[in-house]
């Protein structure tokens, strides 16, 4: 049974920094592209970052730019995500997401063919 399983999630306040990660049990990990989506209440999943299987390839949006940071450890099939100079609207549930054979960063939800359960992210100001 393939699971995402993140974790590091909690309260902050603006201007600090969390680190996300997820635990996956897909096999072979390497072979996986991966992402990090979020999704605020009443808003639309979006994705934040995402990296490809050797993590050679890597895409932020706009919003997170030169504040997060994606990485992967293929040896312990892990992925994770850097998170500093927090605002408020960083604010969500932030979910693990696998794609298989994923030689590329893929930006919509729909790519993506294995999802945690998610972890919230509150960022008072």
């Known amino acids: 049974q393939v699971q995402l399983v993140e974790s590091g999630g909690g309260l902050v306040q603006a201007g600090g920094s969390l680190r996300l990660s997820c635990a996956a049990s897909?096999?072979?990990?390497?072979?996986?592209?991966m992402g990090w989506f979020r999704q605020a209440p009443g808003k639309e999943r979006e994705v934040a970052a995402a990296?490809?299987?050797?993590?050679?390839?890597?895409y932020y949006a706009d919003s997170v730019k030169g504040r997060f940071a994606i990485s992967r450890d293929n040896a312990n099939n892990t992925v994770s995500l850097q998170m500093n100079s927090l605002k408020p609207e960083d604010t969500a549930v932030y979910y693990c997401?696998?794609?298989?054979?994923?030689?590329?960063?893929?930006?919509?939800?729909?790519?993506?063919?294995?999802w945690g359960q998610g972890t919230q992210v509150t960022v008072s100001s």
């Open positions: 990296i490809s299987w050797t993590g050679g390839r890597t």
């Open positions: 997401a696998a794609r298989r054979l994923g030689g590329g960063y893929y930006l919509s939800p729909d790519e993506y063919d294995y």
């Open positions: 897909l096999r072979p990990f390497r072979s996986y592209g």
